[in-house]
């Protein structure tokens, strides 16, 4: 007797291996058979029709806040998703002293811009240690955690205020160690450290202080764990530092046995060398023997502005920039007096702003116009009778301001470029960072448009190819060894999906954060069901009351 | 030639948490080019500086012109 038969279905197991029918057996969590098995189960699911897979797995997130109030990390886990890494980019609940905690709040605020409400509403603050956060997410986890603990809080725990001033000390380094083996010990699957990240008033974050040698002594821990996880930001800014980095890394990588994986890495048309090279630079380091894992993300990236800050996408426009970057009160007065407006409209040319304004989305938020979110400046601009350029900034302006408009896909946007690095052996599909920026755009749908982006459209990878990268290949580069393959004896996690269809749905705003705060999130495409641990933890459309994640590492 | 970096182009390009952003590219005494992105804040703080409100101006300018304000980088 089974727990779970799902039959009939193209069964793609992770390994790359091509696709065939057959059926998948679970019982007690773990997959009980593949291919030609029939037998009793308590719950049958037909897959007739549709992929059965490996849960995917995300290996670069900052769901650490939401999980405290929500265990499926929604709506990641409805995109296929069964296995996230929280932790990511130094920052992480754990350990962390109580007197610490407004510090991490705002540094945690200003990565993923949770209202305030989130920290002080949403849960009670029951631990300091590592294997207190672990216990206080795991009570009703949906979703499989694979979390980093952060450089930046453990040099604050061990340094306190100094650790945003100076560099440590030959003691501190060695309590840092021990720090470091308790939370791996608790079941952190790796470090997180950053170069680039800036707390809430702009001071760099803890980890930006250390000195090679306190990184080599962590490295050192994470070597002496079996070969841990170093994750980075590199200063992805400026390609020669990011290739700098990656030199360090394949250091640490060499010395310790350790893998190390660097995110974000993206492609730009307007610098067409920087990605090729980074990537030239980690096949050297392969080469070598090192472990640099790049990451990229598969969605493109969207310009986002309003008229309530300066924004660069008017840098072309003299008037317009001297307009927007004085202060408010003179802004409004720059913006409703009729002379003013009449020459930054001209500024445009004579089609008033169609071809740099017309393709711009009204977004929703707090303060949109209902009735202009989701359309087009141009579409809004011809019902009002008004050109772009104007229509842009009356519609703002009869908004406090408080209107964003999206630009679509204006960098890392080239499917015939990125298609190629995606499929790349050496490149780790990730970078999402889900649960982070969640009112500046939607960081969920990643997997659903590596399928229908670049396996469906463009052709880059097959289906096949594209599930190992987000499945077994994931799992081995951060030595899940139970996750990421549909064989005998593994966790069943597993994902149910339509191959012709899956995707992601439009960005729309929501409120449902704690303190009723906004978020912009995408619908899963495609997706029949998902199972964690052999668990249906949403199928039809519905998430379950399933608690059958886990930590895992 | 000058004894410093200069800047040779500016582009706005998009960043990673969906700002706009300048792509800043320096040419070297030595003839060599490189590239930075730089956010709205140090963006606005270069044209300032430099006296400039269109990307254009920013042509000819040392890259000393960029530190003030750079120090502000985008989250990962």
């Known amino acids: ?553 | 030639m000058r004894d410093e970096a200069v800047i040779v182009g500016a582009e706005i390009a998009a960043g990673h948490d969906g700002a706009a952003e300048l792509l800043v590219t320096l040419r070297y005494p030595n003839g060599g080019r490189a590239q930075v992105a730089i956010d709205a804040e140090a963006g606005f703080a270069l044209m300032r500086n430099c006296g400039v409100s269109d990307l254009s101006g920013l042509e000819g300018q040392p890259w000393r012109r960029m530190l003030e304000g750079a120090e502000t980088c985008s989250m990962s």
């Open chain 1, 1 to 553: 007797m089974f727990d779970v038969l799902i039959t009939g279905g193209r069964i793609v197991d992770g390994t790359g291996a091509t696709a065939r029918h057959g059926n998948v057996a679970i019982r007690g969590g773990r997959i009980a058979a593949v291919g030609d098995v029939t037998g009793e189960a308590a719950r049958t699911i037909d897959a007739a029709g549709k992929v059965v897979a490996p849960g995917f797995i995300d290996p670069h997130t900052h769901f650490d806040v939401q999980l405290l109030w929500d265990g499926a990390a929604r709506p990641a886990l409805e995109h296929g998703l069964t296995t996230i890494v929280p932790g990511n980019c130094s920052l992480s609940l754990a350990p962390l002293k109580a007197a610490d905690r407004s510090r991490v709040v705002g540094m945690f605020q200003q990565i993923e811009e949770m209202p305030p409400e989130a920290f002080t509403e949403a849960f009670e603050w029951c631990w300091e240690d590592f294997a207190g956060y672990r216990e206080a997410v795991a009570r009703h986890l949906s979703i499989n955690v694979a979390p980093l603990v952060g450089h930046s809080v453990i040099r604050l725990w061990v340094m306190g205020e100094a650790a945003q001033q100076r560099a440590a000390t030959s003691d501190e380094i060695a309590a840092m160690q021990d720090l470091l083996r308790a939370c791996l010990d608790a079941g952190a699957v790796g470090l997180s450290t950053s170069f680039v990240d800036i707390d809430e008033n702009g001071r760099p974050v803890p980890s930006r202080f250390a000195q090679f040698a306190e990184l080599d002594a962590l490295c050192a821990v994470l070597g002496e764990w079996g070969g841990r996880m170093l994750q980075c930001v590199p200063e992805f800014y400026a390609v020669d530092l990011t290739i700098a980095r990656i030199d360090q890394l394949a250091e640490l990588s060499l010395r310790h046995g350790i893998p190390t994986t660097f995110s974000p890495l993206f492609d730009s048309t307007q610098a067409p060398d920087n990605a090729p090279r980074a990537i030239a630079r980690v096949e050297e380091q392969f080469a070598r023997g090192a472990r640099v894992w790049p990451q990229m993300q598969t969605r493109p990236i969207d310009i986002s502005f309003s008229l309530l800050r300066p924004s660069l996408f008017f840098a072309r426009l003299p008037r317009w920039v001297r307009v927007l970057r004085q202060p408010l009160e003179a802004r409004l007065a720059s913006l409703t007096d009729p002379e003013t407006v009449e020459r930054m409209v001209a500024d445009l040319g004579p089609d008033g702003g169609e071809r740099m304004m017309g393709g711009l989305v009204v977004r929703g938020g707090d303060a949109a116009p209902q009735a202009y979110v989701g359309r087009t400046l141009s579409e809004i601009a011809r019902e009002r009778s008004q050109l772009p350029a104007r229509a842009l900034i009356d519609i703002s302006l009869e908004n406090g301001l408080d209107v964003a408009f999206l630009s679509a896909a204006q960098g890392h946007e080239s499917t015939e470029r990125i298609g190629p690095m995606l499929a790349h052996p050496l490149m780790h599909i990730g970078a999402s960072d889900g649960g982070a920026h969640i009112a500046s755009f939607a960081t969920y749908g990643d997997t659903g448009y590596l399928f229908s982006e670049f396996v469906r459209k463009a052709g880059a990878l097959t289906l096949e190819q594209a599930v190992r990268k987000i499945t077994s290949e994931t799992a081995d580069i951060w030595g899940l060894k139970d996750r990421g393959r549909l064989q005998p004896g593994k966790a069943a996690d597993v994902v149910v999906f339509d191959d012709r269809t899956i995707g992601r749905g439009e960005e729309r705003a929501v409120f449902d954060l704690p303190g009723e705060g906004m978020r912009y999130v995408r619908d899963a495409v495609g997706i029949d069901a998902v199972l964690v641990n052999g668990e249906v933890a949403w199928a039809g459309g519905r998430y379950a009351d399933a608690r059958s994640g886990v930590f895992c590492n």
